[in-house]
């Protein structure tokens, strides 16, 4: 059997790309004042999270600003805060520290949120109340969710690295114990084809590489079956599948072959880009032959003119 090289294809690389930390906004405003939300894109129940907010004023003469939260699916222990003064274009943030309830179904939910302030026009005795009353919407879910997306090649030789990259993104409550492997009725892979993650958090993606071959002598060419199978968890509770598949269409290279094996169906044929050596030595001479022809032709004509009496 084909021995892989450890340090190519033994190989499997996944980097996590770390979403923001507050990966939803919403915006509420009038035409004197707007307050900008940033909460995470999911919520757990029974989990604390941080809806940070930011006051900014777009007229002068803003007093008195209060903004408030309320929402019977969240805990929010201190749900409001105050302002006594800001000024045209400048900003305030605060935080609150809220929590989704146990019980809450899975789907989504909104909060009211309040903003009351004073503001004195040119014209104005005195400041006048204004209100600003608006909701904005969450998003919960109890359990993970899982997606797995396969940027596999179409073709492929027998013997050499076949690289398969992938994203696997969670939708959902955070997922523990995450366990891939890919395997091909058809085929024998050699290389490493696990990958497992200890915890995957909400709304995180990892991408990562399988590189793995085949055997060498495949014998006649193969539209294999290939397989991405894991399981993850909810941390003890329950146990959920995760799998994907592709085609996968494998052949020897041939003795005088260069290039890779990616090419196009056509039919019943498949056509790769794939150049015999034959090839290449053939257009090389015949290039040569023509600009051996063409240089001749020229000298010719040179003859001709330099001979015509004058």
């Not at 903003?115 to 608006?134: A, H, R």
């Not at 990616?262 to 040569?288: K, R």
């Amino acid at each position: 059997m084909h021995k892989f090289i450890p340090h190519v294809a033994l190989t499997i690389l996944f980097a996590v790309i770390l979403l923001p930390a507050y990966a939803e906004q919403d915006n509420i405003s009038d035409s004197n004042i707007g307050l900008a939300l940033s909460y995470p894109d999911i919520l757990m129940p029974g989990k604390q999270f941080v809806l940070s907010s930011v006051v900014t004023p777009t007229v002068d003469q803003v007093s008195n600003i209060t903004v408030t939260i309320t929402c019977p699916e969240l805990a929010v222990p201190k749900d409001s805060f105050h302002i006594d003064k800001l000024a045209k274009d400048s900003s305030f943030g605060s935080d609150f520290n809220a929590t989704l309830k146990d019980g809450v179904p899975d789907g989504s939910f909104v909060a009211n949120v309040k903003i009351d302030y004073f503001v004195k026009g040119l014209f104005d005795s005195k400041p006048v109340e204004n209100t600003v009353d608006q909701t904005t919407r969450f998003f919960d879910e109890s359990k993970p969710s899982l997606i797995l997306n396969l940027q596999p090649p179409n073709e492929a030789f027998s013997g050499e690295p076949i690289p398969i990259r992938g994203t696997l993104s969670n939708q959902g409550a955070t997922a523990y114990n995450v366990k891939l492997s890919l395997s091909s009725p058809q085929l024998m892979l050699e290389g490493n084809r696990t990958l497992t993650i200890t915890e995957l958090n909400p709304g995180r993606s990892i991408d990562f590489d399988f590189v793995v071959s085949t055997q060498k002598n495949i014998g006649a060419p193969v539209n294999a079956l290939m397989h991405v199978n894991g399981t993850y968890s909810d941390g003890g509770r329950q146990t959920y599948p995760l799998d994907n598949s592709f085609n996968l269409f494998v052949r020897q290279r041939g003795l005088l072959e260069l290039g890779d094996a990616s090419g196009i169906w056509i039919g019943q044929f498949f056509i790769a880009p794939v150049v015999g050596i034959g090839t290449i030595v053939s257009s090389v001479i015949g290039f040569m032959i023509f600009i051996w022809n063409y240089r001749n032709h020229k000298k010719k004509r040179r003859i001709k003119k330099t001979s015509k009496p004058a």
